[in-house]
C-alpha cells in the first residue's frame, strides 16, 4: 500500500479505532478490569502509536469506574497518562503465551496481540510460519533458510498439523492426508502482495507434493511439474519496484493424484499483465525472457536473430534497469531451455518461439515519423534496420507492414477506405500488436505444457495451488488493480464463509450452546462490481459504442452507483472513483479502461502475422473457426497453407470478441465454483518491509498486510466464541496445581476439570465444556495462568523457606565440626613439634660420630691404595714382554699352516679338474642319444605343437627370466650377508675402542694416584732412587693424555652420530605413522564407495531379476523346448559357461562391474546353454528318454529346429560384431571346422543309422544353418580367450619390467646401506627388502598360478571342439555313455581308501535340487543345528568340484547360490530374521573359502586337519570378491529392515513419551499438540532394539558385526530425535531436555547391560545428549556463552541457534532467551568452526561403511552332521 495516499491514511486510522473498539467489545475488558486489576497493579495494555502502530506500557495506578484517566509507564521508563474517551485500550497477553504456535489460543484476541506474536517469532525465534486458524501466515525473510531440504520433507510425512511447528510443508500434508483419506478434491490459495514470496511458496508445496506423491507411471512426471514453474516464471514474472521476482499473472496449478501418486498437472492462468511489454516505470524490468535473450545473443544458435544488449531495445531500456542483482540472465535462459526439452518442447520450437520474442524487440524498434507538424499522417522508412529485421524473421512483407501500422481500413457497405492514422495512433497499434503477440505466445505455452502434462489414464483426486495477487493500492490505480482487487473481493467471500464455517462446525460437533451470529459480508461491493448495471457492465457497454470514451463512462457510474454506501466520488474534479473493499477504500483513475479492456488489435497487421512462413506464429494466431492444427502439419504443408489463411482473415468474417473483463470475470466465476468443490488452505504471505533487509519487521507494512489479507478477520470470528480450547487431559496437566483434593477424589476429567473451572471463573458464561475440549472466553486463560503463577509461587516460597532453614542449620554444624577439627590439629601439631626437637638432638650426635670415622678409614685407604698400585705397574711390565714372546711365535706357527694348506689343495684342484672333464664327455654322449629319441617323439604330436604354437617358448622365456631373478636375489642376499658381517666387525671394534677407552681412563685415575704417591716420596727424601721412574711415568702420562684427548673427541662425535641416527629414525616412524593413518582414511573411504557401489548395483540387479522374472514368464508361455533339446544346447555350448567363471579382475570396482556383467550374462545365455561338467554327456540319456518310439529323422529335425529358435534369440546381439571380425574369424575358424570337409553332416549328427533317407532340403538347411552358428559361436569365444590371453602375458612382460625395476631399487637401496653406519637404520633397511621380497614373491606365484590357469583353459577348449565331432555318438545307449564315463571320473577323483574327504559328491544335474533343499525352502532347524549349516553344505559340495578339477561347475554352484539367495531376500526383504539367517551364512561361505583358501594369511588358527582339507585347484578369489558384495548388500538391506521398524517408535518413545511424570505440565500453553497418548514407549524401543541384539547373536553373526549394526541404528534414534527437536518448538524446552536426558541415560544402561559400550555408539548419541544438556544449562551471560561453545562441539551453529530461538522458558520460573545472547554466541561459534556452510538436519540416510571381519571355523569339516530333513539324501558323504 502506498503511504502518501490520503484516502488510505484516513481508512487505516479508521480501522485502527474500529480495530481497538472491536478488541474492548468482544473480550470483556472492563470485566477484567474491574475485577482482576483492581487489587494488583503491573497489568500491561496496548496504546496506539504512531510509527509503531502499537506500544506496550504499564498501568502504575489501579482503575476505578469512573477514571477519566489511566495512569501509565511506558517502556522507556516516562509517564503516561491516557485518557479514556469510551474504551479502555486492550489487554496484553500473559508472556507464555506471546509466541504461539497458533494466534488463535491467545487469551485476548485483538490486532495488537496478532501483531506482536508475529514480530516476536520472526526476530527472536527467527519463525516465518505462524498459524491462525485454518490460515497459515508466512513472512518472507528475504534470506535462504535450511528449512526446505528433503529430509524436512520426510519429516512432516505423516505427521499430524499439530506436532510439528508451523511449515507450509504440514499444510501441504494435512492436504494430501485428507485427499488420501477422504478422497475428496484439495486447493490451496496463496495469496499476498507483490514480494511477499507467494511464488516460492507455490514452488515449495510443488516440490512436496511431487517428493511425497512421486510418480505412478512416468519416472519424470514430477520433475516435469517442477520444470514448468520455472519457465512461466521466465515468460510471466518481471522486476518490480518491490520485487525482483514478481509474478505478473494468476495462476491455478491443479496437480492430479492417482492411488496417491502424482499422474499429471494442469495449469490455468488469469490477467497476464500485457501493458509490461511495452511499458516499464523507472527501476522496472519487463519479463525475464527478453533480458535472457539479450544476455545469450551470442550463442550460435541465436547469431541470426538480431539481438543485442537488453539497452539496446525500447521495450527493455524504459524502465533502465537492465540487471537485477537476484538474477543471472544467461543462466536462466539455459534453465528454462532445459525445462522446455524436459516437457518435450523441440529445439525447432523453442528456436521458433525465440524468433518471435526476438521480432517483438525489433518491432519496439520500428521509428515512425509524423508527416507534418498537425499530426494528420504518419510513415516507416523503408531503410529501417528494425523493420527489416522484424520482417525476415517473421517471414512477412515489409511493405504491407509499413502500410498497415500507419493506415487503418474502414469497411462500409459498399466500399472500403483507408485511413491515415496519426503518429501517436500508430504507436499506440504497434504496441498493441506487441502485446498481443506476446499473449498469445504465453497462450502457446499453457497449453503446451498442459499437453506434456496431462496423464493419459487421467487422476482421481487433485490438489490445486492458487498463486494470486494480493489486495493491491498505489498512487496511481488503473484496470489492473481493478481486476487483481475484484478477485480478492471474491476469494475474501468464499475465506469467511468457509471461516465461519469451520467455526460453527466445531461447536456443533462439541455440542456446546452457540448463537449463530453474522459475520462481515462483502456481497454489497461484489454486486456493485459484477451486478446488473454493475461496474463491469457499463463498462462493457462503453466499450461497444464507437466513441466510447473513459470519460463518459465514468458520467455514467456518478450517475448509477453514487448512492451506494460502497461507491464514492473523489473531491478532485477528476474522472476517478472510489470503490469501498472490504481492505479498505481505493481510488481508481479511469484513463485507459475502456482501451485496456477492448485489447482491440488492428485486423489488418493480425492477417499479416496469419500469413507469415514461421509455422509457429500461424498456429499461434488460428481464427476461431480454425481447428487445431499441429506443427508438424504446419511445417509439411508450407507456404501454401499460409497463404490460404491470409486468404480467409476478412474482417467481418469474425465474430465479436469478449471484452477483457468479461473474460477475467467468466474465468474467476469457474475458479470460484472450483475452489467451491474442494477442501480450501491457506497461506497468507507477508511482506514485513519494503527494503527487502532480512530479518526486519516493519509494523506498519505488516498490519496493514493483515487487515487485508483478511487474518484479523478469522480472529474476529474466533473471538466472537470461545477461542482458546484445552482437552481435558491438556487442562489437567497444565491447571493440575489450581485443582483442590476433593476434585481430584473422582477418575473423570470431565468432571474435574468442570468442578474446577465453576471454583475457578464462578461465572458460567465464561467458559464451556464440550464432550473432549473446554472451551474459554478471550482472556481466561491469561486469568487461569494469573492464578497458577500465584499458586506455584505460594509453593515455591514455602520450599524456599524450609530450604533455607535447612542450610542454616547445616552451615551451623558444619563450623562447629570446623572448629573442634582445628583444636585437634593445633593440639596435635605441638606435640609433633616436640617429638621432632628430641629426633633431631640424636641426630646429630650420630652424625659427628660417624664423620669422624669416615675421615679416619678414608686417610688410611689412600696410604694402601698407593702401594698397591706401584706393585701393579712393575707386574705389569714382566707380564707384556712374556706375552710379546708368545704372540711372536704363535705368528710364524699359522703361517707355516697357511703355506702347507696352500701346496695341498693346489694338488686336489689339478686332480678334480681332470675328473670333471671325463664326466662331461662321458655325459656329452648321453644327452646326444637322448635328444635324438626326444626329436623323434616329437615328430608324433606335431599338431599339437601347432595348436599351441609359441607357447612353449613364452613359458621357457619367462621361466628364464624368473631364475634370472631368482638369481639376482640370491645375489642381493648374499651382498646383504656381506654387509651384515661388515657391520658386525665395525660394532666389534667400535666396543672394543670403547672398552679400550675405559681402560685408559682407569689408567689416568692411576695415574693421578700414582702422582700423589710420588709428592709423598719426595716429602720423605727419596728422590734420588726413583727420579728415573718418574721420568718414564711422565712420559707415559702425556702420552695417555694425548690418547684420552682423541678417543674423547671420537667419543663425541660417535654420540653426535648416533643422537642424528635417533632423530632420523624418529623422523621416520612419524613420516610412516601419518602414512599408515592416511592409507588407513584412504581405505575406509575406498570402503565406503565400493559399498555405494555394491548398493547401486543390487538395486540395478534388483530391477534387471524383475525384467528377467517377466521375460523368464513370457518364454515359459511362448517357447516350450524339451529337455533333450536343452541338454544337447548345453552340451555344446559348455564351454561358454567356463567363460563367466574366467578370473576376475581385483580392484573392487572391476569386480563389481564384472558380476554385473555375469549376471546379465546368466540371464541371457547361461539360461539356455546350461553347463556341463568334462567327461559327463547326460544329454544321450535324456535324448533316449523322451524320444522313444519316435522316427531317428523326426528326432533329429525337431531337436535342431528347437535349438536354431533359442540360440538365433540369444545370439542377435552378437552378429554385427561378427560381422565386423570376419577376416580373423575365418583364419581361425578353418581349424576346428575342418572336420566337417571330412565328415558328412548327416553322419557327424547320428542321422546315418536312420532308415528313411528321404530328406527334405530346407530341414537339412535349417539343421545345418543351426551348427554352423554354434560353430561360429565357439570359435569368436575362441579367439577372445586367445587374445584376453595375450593381453594376459603382455601383463606378465610388464609384470617382468616392474620386477626388474624392483631389483634396481633394492641394488640403489643397498648402496645407500653402505653409507649407513648405525645398527638401527640398517635393520629398518634390512625389514623393508624382506617386505618387498615377499610381495614379489607373493606376485610370482599368483602370475605363476594365471599362466597355469590360462594353459588349461586353452586345453579345455580344445577338448570342447574336439568334442564336437563326436556328437554322432549321442544316440548311442545310456548304459555305454555311462559306462565310459565312470572310469575317467574315477582316476580324476581317486582318494585314499578309508580316509575322509570332508565333501559332498554331487552331479551338475544335482545342482538345482541342491539350491532349492539349503536356500529356496530351508526353513530354520531346531536349536541344537547349526545357523549356518547352508553355508557349510555349500562349501562341501564346492570341495567336491575343487577335488575333481572341475572349476566351471564350482563356480556355477556359487552363481546359483548368490542369485538363490537375492530371490529369497527379495521374496522376504521385510523380516529381519530370514534376513539375518542369510547374512550369516554369506559370512561363513565367505570366511571359508578363505580359510580353505590358497592365500597363507587366513591359515594362521587353522589345525593340522584342516589344513588338509584346503582347496588345491580351484582358486576362490573371485567368489569371495562376489559374496563380499552380497555380504554387504545383506547388511544394508538388514538395516533397511530394522529402520522401517524403528522410525515409527523413535519420535514417541524419545520425545513424546514420559518417563518422569509431571514435567510436562510445565510446558507452556498455547501450542497445537495432539491429545493422543504416545503410540510408543522408550520400553518399547529397547525391546525392539534387544530383540535385533538377540536375532543377530543367535544366528552366529560376528559381534564386531553386531556392533556396527546397532551403531547405524542408534545413529537413527540419534538422528530422528535431533531432526524433530529442531523441528518442534513444544520440545525446546527444560522439562523437555529432563526427559530427553533420562531416556538416553536409560539407552546408555541398555548399552552396558548388553555389553556394547565399547561398540561407538556413544559418538552417534553425543549429539542428542548435548542437545538435552543445551536445553537444561543456564543462557544468559557472556560465560555461559563460552560454556555452551565448548559443551556444543558435535553441533553444528545453526542446529545450536535453531534450538536457543526456539527455547521456550517455564512461565514465571525462567527468562526468555534474549536475541543479544543468541547473536553473541552465533558469533562466537562461527569464530570457533569458520564460515563453512552447515547442515541444519541430521542425514539419517547416511549409512557407515561396514567391516565384515574374518572369523575362521573351529569346527572340523569332516564333522559336520547334515540332518535328514533337508531331503540331501542324493547327496554322497565322501
Known sequence: MAVGNPYVQERSAQLSLQSLRWCLDHSGVEDLYCKYLLPSLGARVWIPDCSEVWRVAEITRSYREGDTVLHLRLEDGSALAYPIESQLPPLCNPDCLSG???????????????????????????????????????????????????????????????????????????????????????????????????????????????????????????????????????????????????????????????????????????????????????????????????????????????????????????????????TKDAADLESTRNAFSLLGVPEADQLDLFIILAAILHLGNILVRGKDRRGDGCFVEASDEALGLFCTLLGIEASQVMRWLCHRKLVTAGETYLKPLSREQALSSRDALAKHMYGQVFRWIVSTFNRALRSLEGHHTSIGILDIYGFETFELNSFEQFCINYANEKLQQLFNLHVFKLEQEEYVTEEIPWVFVDFCDNQPCIELIEGRLGILDLLNEECKMPTGSDGSWAQKLYQTHLG?????????PTDAFIVCHFAGKVEYQCDGFVEKNRDAVPEELVGLLRASKSALLAELFLEEGDGPVSLQSRRSSGPRM????????????????????????????????????????????????????????????????????????????????????????EFLERYRPLVSREDLMTTDEKQICSLALERLLQDPNKYQCGKRKVFLRAGQVAHLEDLRYRCLRTACTLLQRHLRGWLARRRFAQARAAAICLQRHARGMLARRFVRMLRRTKAAVMLQKTLRMVLARRSYLRTRQAVITIQAFARGTFARRLYRQMVWHQKAVVIQAAVRGWLARNHYTRLRGAVIYLQCCYRRVRACRELRRLRAEA?????????????????????????????????????????????????????????????????DAQIQQLQERIAELEMHNVKSTLDHEVEELRKRLTEVEAVKLQLGEEKDALMQRMVKQSQDLEEQNQRAARESRGLQQELEEERARYQSLVQDYARLEQGYENLRDEVAFQRQSTLRRSPSSESFLGSESSYLSSMSTAPSRDSSDQQAEASGDHGGDRGGLEELLQPVPEGTQPSGEMMLNSNVGQDPFEKAYLLLLGQLKAVNEELARTREELRRSKAPVELEERKPLSFLKRRNLSEMLGLGRSLEKAVVDDDLKHAYDAVQVANRLLVSQLQEEKQHHEEEVEGLHLDICSLKQLSQQQATLIQDLQRHQGQEELQHHVLRLKEENWELTQKLEKQERTTLKLQKQLRVYVKQIQELTVKREAVRPAQELVSAVV??????????????????????????????????????????????????????????????????????????????????????????????????????????????????????????????????????????????????????????????????????????????????????????????????????????????????????????VGHQA?????????????????????????????????????????????????????????????????????????????????????????????????????????????????????????????????????????????????????????????????????????
Open 642 to 729: 499460409a497463404g490460404r489463411l491470409s486468404r480467409r482473415s476478412l474482417p467481418g468474417s469474425q465474430k465479436m470478441k469478449k471484452s477483457i473483463s468479461s473474460q477475467f470475470k467468466v474465468s474467476l466465476k469457474k475458479l470460484m465454483e472450483m475452489l467451491g468443490s474442494t477442501t480450501s488452505h491457506y497461506i497468507r504471505c507477508i511482506k514485513p518491509n519494503d527494503g527487502k533487509q532480512p530479518f526486519v519487521f516493519d509494523s506498519r507494512r505488516a498490519v496493514e498486510q493483515l487487515r487485508a489479507c483478511g487474518v484479523l478477520e478469522t480472529i474476529r470470528i474466533s473471538a466472537l466464541g470461545y477461542p482458546s480450547r484445552w482437552t481435558y487431559h
Open 564 to 572: 451506494s454506501s460502497h461507491f464514492q466520488k473523489p473531491k478532485r
Open 1606 to 1774: 546397532l551403531r547405524q541404528l542408534l545413529f537413527l534414534v540419534s538422528g530422528t530425535t535431533l531432526n524433530y527437536l529442531l523441528l518442534r518448538k513444544d520440545a525446546c524446552s527444560w522439562s523437555r531436555g529432563i526427559q530427553l536426558r533420562y531416556n538416553i541415560s536409560q539407552l546408555e544402561q541398555w548399552l552396558r547391560a548388553e555389553g556394547l559400550q565399547q561398540s561407538g555408539v556413544h559418538e552417534v548419541l553425543e549429539p542428542l545428549v548435548q542437545a538435552a544438556q543445551l536445553l537444561q544449562v543456564k543462557k544468559v551471560t557472556k560465560e555461559d556463552a563460552g560454556a555452551i561453545c565448548s559443551l556444543c562441539t558435535m553441533l553444528s551453529p545453526q542446529q545450536v541457534v535453531k534450538i536457543l530461538r526456539a527455547y521456550t522458558p517455564a512461565a514465571g520460573l525462567e527468562e526468555r532467551v534474549s536475541p543479544s545472547f543468541i547473536s553473541s554466541l552465533e558469533k562466537q561459534l562461527q569464530d570457533q568452526y569458520g564460515e563453512k556452510p552447515s547442515q541444519l538436519l541430521v542425514d539419517t540416510s547416511h549409512l557407515f561403511p561396514v567391516h565384515l571381519p574374518f572369523t575362521a571355523s573351529p569346527l572340523h569339516l569332516d564333522e559336520l552332521r547334515i540332518p535328514d530333513s533337508l531331503g540331501l539324501t542324493f547327496l554322497v558323504r565322501l
Open 100 to 326: 504461539a504456535d497458533d494466534l488463535v489460543v491467545l487469551s485476548y484476541l485483538h490486532e495488537p496481540a496478532v501483531l506482536h506474536s508475529l514480530r516476536r517469532r520472526f526476530l527472536e525465534a527467527n519463525a516465518i510460519y505462524t498459524y491462525c486458524g485454518i490460515v497459515l501466515v508466512a513472512i518472507n525473510p528475504y534470506k535462504p533458510l535450511p528449512i526446505y531440504e528433503e529430509e524436512v520433507i520426510y519429516a512432516y510425512s505423516g505427521r499430524e498439523m499439530g506436532d510439528m511447528d508451523p511449515h507450509i510443508f504440514a499444510l501441504a500434508e494435512e492436504a494430501y492426508k485428507q485427499m488420501v483419506r477422504f478422497g475428496k478434491n484439495q486447493s490451496l490459495i496463496i495469496s499476498g502482495e507483490s514480494g511477499a514470496g507467494k511464488t516460492v511458496s507455490a514452488k515449495y508445496a510443488m516440490r512436496y507434493f511431487t517428493t511425497v506423491g512421486g510418480s505412478l507411471g512416468d519416472s519424470s512426471m514430477e520433475e516435469k511439474v517442477l520444470a514448468s514453474s520455472s519457465v512461466m516464471e521466465a515468460f510471466g514474472n518481471a522486476k518490480t519496484t518491490r520485487n525482483d521476482n514478481s509474478s505478473r499473472f494468476g495462476k491455478y496449478i491443479e496437480i492430479g493424484f492417482s492411488q496417491a501418486h502424482v499422474t499429471g498437472a494442469t495449469i490455468k492462468t488469469y490477467l497476464l499483465e500485457k501493458s509490461r511489454v511495452t511499458f516499464q516505470a523507472k527501476a522496472e524490468r519487463n519479463y525475464h525472457i527478453f533480458y535472457q535473450l539479450c544476455a545469450s545473443a551470442t550463442l550460435p544458435e541465436l547469431q541470426g536473430l538480431g539481438l543485442r544488449g537488453a539497452e539496446f531495445f525500447h521495450y527493455t531500456r524504459q524502465g533502465q534497469c537492465a540487471a537485477a542483482q537476484s
Open 939 to 1003: 615328430r608324433s604330436v606335431e599338431h599339437y605343437k601347432q595348436l599351441h604354437k609359441g607357447m612353449e617358448i613364452k613359458v621357457i622365456q619367462l621361466q628364464c627370466r624368473l631364475d634370472e631373478q631368482a638369481l639376482e636375489k640370491q645375489r642381493l642376499v648374499e651382498q646383504l650377508s656381506g654387509l651384515n658381517a661388515a657391520h658386525i666387525e665395525e660394532v666389534q671394534r667400535l666396543r672394543a675402542e670403547i672398552q679400550q677407552l675405559k681402560e685408559d681412563m682407569a689408567r
Open 1383 to 1600: 572310469p575317467s571320473r574315477s582316476l580324476m577323483v581317486s582318494a585314499p581308501a578309508g580316509l575322509s574327504q570332508a565333501m559332498l559328491a554331487w552331479r551338475m544335474e544335482d545342482e538345482g535340487r541342491i539350491i532349492k533343499a539349503i536356500i529356496t525352502d530351508y526353513k530354520p532347524q531346531s536349536p541344537g543345528v547349526l545357523p549356518d549349516l547352508p553355508a557349510y553344505i555349500l562349501f562341501l559340495c564346492f570341495r567336491h568340484a575343487d577335488h575333481c578339477r572341475d572349476e566351471p561347475r564350482a563356480r556355477s554352484l556359487l552363481d546359483a547360490a548368490i542369485d538363490a539367495i537375492k530371490r529369497v531376500m527379495k521374496k522376504y526383504s521385510g523380516d529381519f530374521d530370514v534376513v539375518s539367517l542369510w547374512l550369516a551364512n554369506t559370512c561363513r561361505l565367505l570366511n571359508c573359502l578363505r580359510q580353505y583358501g590358497q592365500d597363507e594369511r587366513y591359515w594362521q588358527g587353522n589345525t593340522a586337519r584342516q589344513n588338509e582339507h584346503r582347496l588345491q585347484n580351484v582358486d576362490p578369489q573371485s567368489s569371495c570378491c562376489s559374496l563380499d558384495a552380497l555380504a554387504v548388500q545383506l547388511y544394508q538391506q538388514l538395516i533397511r529392515t530394522a529402520e522401517k521398524s524403528l522410525k515409527p517408535m523413535i519420535v514417541s518413545a524419545m520425545l513424546e513419551s514420559e518417563p518422569i511424570q509431571g514435567l510436562s505440565s510445565s510446558c507452556p500453553p498455547g501450542h497445537r499438540r495432539s491429545s493422543s497418548a504416545p503410540a510408543h514407549t522408550l520400553p518399547e524401543l529397547l525391546q525392539q532394539l534387544s530383540s535385533f541384539h538377540a536375532a543377530l547373536d543367535s544366528y552366529g553373526l560376528s559381534p564386531s
